[in-house]
Structure formats: structure tokens, C-alpha cells
């Protein structure tokens, strides 16, 4: 049995990549200052900035695969506190891609869509990083050191994950989504910045399909067939998941832009579109519309989807009726 080693495992995208692989591999994982309960997974307190501590632990288990789930995901916070979203999410990084090196254990990364400036395109992984936000700048940055320094690495750059969290101190979006809408709360969702949104335990069975296909040295794009804003999302989540979201307003949530941007203002708001034939034709799959993935959630947590459609997601390949 393979071993994983995440480090970052009390994240969102960490702990949901620990349930999804821990049914098929062996799983280890770091967490900073907040330990959760996932059963089955061996974890340890641990500074990404301790690289003698990291020698040590990955000395020890040896993993075939490590993957980088730590560093700070909201664009407001990076864009507050540079200094400390550079040391997590680039610096922090630097000592994890030297260890993978040193103890041959494949590099997996999870990079962003916010690597591009948002203008109103296609973008593909050919397309050279142009971001308009600190944490696309930091994103890019941890991309272009992993391709210029790894012999062993896959990158995913993926779009917006959703889904449930384990970490009882951070509420997801969609767990506050889900609330809101069961308790009638009133509350204000962006309709600015355009988004792929996909249930994050697609990302567990694209990166499974990659470890156990051997992918090496490539960088995927992964997003759903569409984008929409959040307010969008919430209507069509609404709609799915027969909630109501009457009390909900449109507004704009802060998007700091930096002045050396490529991003050209437009009345149609900020687009991050990537483009997945790449990934697609690789695994041999087909990436669900937002509506899809949707529709899988709601059979994910509740067993049926409302149109009754099922949902295909086995190991041979993703397909979506």
C-alpha cells in the first residue's frame, strides 16, 4: 500500500483529500495547531518553516507521494498580510519540494486558476501566469519553482472547491451557504469575480487516478465546463437543494487587484475560464458543468439527485448524464 503524507491536513482541501484517499492508501498527515479527527490517519503537529522536523518525519514514513495542501486561500487575507500568506504559501513550500527530492517522494501540488489576471478568456496551462491578485502571484510563483527545481510533480490548478469541512474552527462556504438558507438568514453574495465551483471530492479521485496511472512532470487544469459568481451558485444551489434564497442580495465582496495587473476593468466583472481538454483527454474523463457537480453533492449527501439522474464516478472515469 502507498503511502501519502499531506501536509496541510486540517485544511479544507487537506482533510477532504484525507477521507477520500485514506479508503485506498495509507495516509499521514501535518497539521500547525489543530488536530481533527479522521479516523484511520496517523497525524502530527508541525511548522512547515521546520525543515529539520520535516526531514525527520519524512525519513521516517517515507512517502511515495506528499502532497502540499498547506498556506492561506482568501484573496482579501493575502492581500493584507503579504508577508505572512508568502512565507505559507511559496517560502514554506520551498522546503517541502527539497525533502520530496531528497527522499524520492512524488511532489503534488495544488496550484489556482487565480494564476491568470481574470480578463474575459480561455486560459490554457500553456498560457504564461499573469495574476491579478497576491495569492495568484504566490500561486504562480510556487509553480514556477516546482517546474524549474522538481524531477517528480504533478500540478493541479484548479478552480473553486466547495464542500464540507472537518476543522471545527473555520466554517466552509458552502456550510455557511447551507445555514443561511436553512435558517432564512439574510446575506449578500459576490456577483463580480466568475468561478468554476466543484465538489472538492473530485480532486481526491482525479489526483487517485493520477497516482495510480503514474503521471509525472505535468500540470492540469481542473475546473468544472463553466464559471458563474456566487451568487449564481447560491440560486442554482437553491434550486437543487430546494432551499430557499429569497432573503439573498447581490453585492461585491472586496477583490483586491494589484496595480501591476494585466486585468482590463469591463461592466462583465472578473472571468477566470481555463481550459481542461488536457486533463480530460488524459484520464479519459469529462468534467462536469457547475449544475453537474451540483447534482452530484446533493446525491453525495443525501443518496438521490432531484432530476433522479445518476451520477457515474468510478475509478475508471468520470461521466456525467
Known amino acids: 500500500m502507498k503511502t501519502i503524507f499531506i501536509v496541510g491536513i486540517s485544511s479544507f ?21 489543530t488536530k481533527i479527527n ?26 511515495d507521494v506528499t502532497i502540499y495542501c498547506a498556506g492561506v486561500s482568501s484573496v482579501e487575507q493575502c492581500s493584507t498580510d503579504e508577508s505572512y500568506a508568502d512565507a505559507l504559501n511559496t517560502m514554506g513550500l520551498f522546503n517541502v519540494v527539497d525533502m520530496c527530492q531528497r527522499f524520492k517522494s512524488h511532489l503534488c501540488f495544488i496550484s489556482s486558476g487565480y494564476v491568470f489576471s481574470g480578463n474575459n478568456v480561455v486560459y490554457k496551462e ?13 500561486k504562480a510563483a510556487a ?17 473553486q472547491f466547495y464542500g464540507r469541512g472537518i476543522n471545527y474552527k473555520k466554517t466552509t462556504w458552502f456550510e ?14 459576490d456577483s463580480f469575480v466568475h468561478l468554476g465551483f466543484l465538489d472538492v471530492q473530485f480532486l481526491g479521485m482525479i489526483i487517485k487516478m493520477g497516482i495510480d496511472k503514474g503521471v509525472k512532470n505535468r500540470l492540469f487544469q481542473l475546473t468544472t465546463s463553466d464559471v458563474m ?21 447581490q453585492g461585491k465582496w472586496p477583490f483586491p487587484i494589484l496595480p501591476s495587473s494585466f486585468f482590463v476593468p469591463g461592466g462583465s466583472g472578473i ?4 481550459d481542461t481538454r488536457n486533463v480530460e483527454g488524459h484520464y479519459k474523463v469529462e468534467l462536469p458543468s457547475i449544475k453537474e457537480s451540483l447534482q452530484f453533492t ?3 449527501f443525501n443518496g438521490t439527485t432531484q432530476s433522479g439522474n445518476k451520477v457515474k464516478n468510478h475509478s475508471k472515469g468520470l461521466q456525467f448524464i
Open 229 to 249: 459568481t456566487h451568487y449564481d451558485f447560491a440560486k442554482l444551489y437553491g434550486e437543487i437543494f430546494s432551499k430557499d434564497t429569497s432573503m439573498m442580495i
Open 126 to 138: 500553456m498560457d504564461i501566469p499573469d495574476p491579478s491578485t497576491f495569492y495568484g502571484k504566490n
Open 13 to 33: 482541501v487537506g482533510s477532504n483529500l484525507a477521507m477520500f484517499l485514506k479508503d485506498h492508501y495509507r495516509v499521514i498527515g501535518t497539521y500547525y495547531d
Open 143 to 159: 509553480e514556477f519553482y516546482i517546474q524549474k527545481t522538481s524531477l517528480n510533480y504533478s500540478i493541479y490548478r484548479c478552480c
Open 271 to 274: 472571468h477566470f475560464k481555463m
Open 298 to 300: 446533493y446525491q453525495r
Open 38 to 63: 479522521i479516523p484511520d490517519v496517523l497525524q502530527f503537529p508541525f511548522d512547515v518553516f521546520n525543515k529539520e522536523g520535516l526531514q525527520a518525519i519524512m525519513h521516517s514514513i517515507r512517502p
Open 176 to 189: 455557511f451557504l447551507e445555514r443561511a438558507t436553512d435558517e432564512g438568514d439574510g446575506f449578500s453574495c
